[in-house]
T-cell receptor, first 114, second 111 residues
């Protein structure tokens, strides 16, 4: 089991609902990430936070809204999603030393939009 | 454009039958190449980081190698519990924290 936890593990929501995904890392890292994983596609980076500051936003639709209150917690707020947003959403963390460090992933939230 | 291609897409091996998975990459300055294992319904589990051509890393039945254009994940005498999807990712010198992932190789080891 990794030091990155995610809740809920499964989520079914309608297109008009508002929900949030939560991620917590217990590794003392300073960078956190949201990824989307769809079948037969590479992991897609959505957002990156370094020291609580958002440093990457890979053209993600505004119906996805990230929040990083501190270096251990990361949220993904969801509203008015589309069926094509159904996927596995993964959170990861790393220790960013300015060069290269491996990312550690949580178990993911399986999201189904009906 | 930075790219990562993994092959084969799927691989079936008999228990004990050694083989290799390939990860080809094109990036502008490699910071690191990473191998992950992912079991169904779970997040990727970190295996190895390789930084420069000629580097090798080993863990149990797995050995990762790196050249200037590709990396191999060698699996020696695999067991059924090695069945999983193996993902390769690269981090480029000019793209900060961003990892570029391949689509993975789904490995099935038959008893």
């Amino acid at each position: 089991e990794t030091g990155v936890t995610q809740t809920p593990r499964h989520l079914v929501m309608g297109m008009t609902n508002k929900k949030s995904l939560k991620c917590e890392q217990h590794l003392g890292h300073n960078a956190m990430y949201w990824y989307k994983q769809s079948a037969k596609k590479p992991l897609e980076l959505m957002f990156v936070y370094n020291f609580k500051e958002q440093t990457e936003n890979n053209s993600v639709p505004s119906r996805f809204s990230p929040e990083c209150p501190n270096s251990s917690h990361l949220f993904l707020h969801l509203h008015t999603l589309q069926p094509e947003d159904s996927a596995l959403y993964l959170c990861a963390s790393s220790q960013d030393n300015g060069w290269s460090y491996e990312q550690y992933f949580g178990p993911g939230t399986r999201l189904t939009v009906t | 454009e930075d790219q990562v291609t993994q092959s084969p897409e799927a691989l079936r091996l008999q228990e004990g039958e050694s083989s290799s998975l390939n990860c080809s990459y094109t990036v502008s300055g490699l910071r690191g190449l990473f191998w992950y294992r992912q079991d169904p319904g779970k997040g990727p589990e970190f295996l190895f980081t390789l930084y420069s051509a000629g580097e090798e890393k080993e863990k149990e039945r797995l050995k990762a190698t790196l050249t200037k254009k590709e990396s191999f994940l060698h699996i020696t005498a695999p067991k059924p519990e090695d069945s999983a999807t193996y993902l390769c990712a690269v981090q480029a010198a000019n793209t900060g924290n961003q990892f570029y992932f391949g689509t993975g190789t789904s490995l099935t080891v038959i008893p």
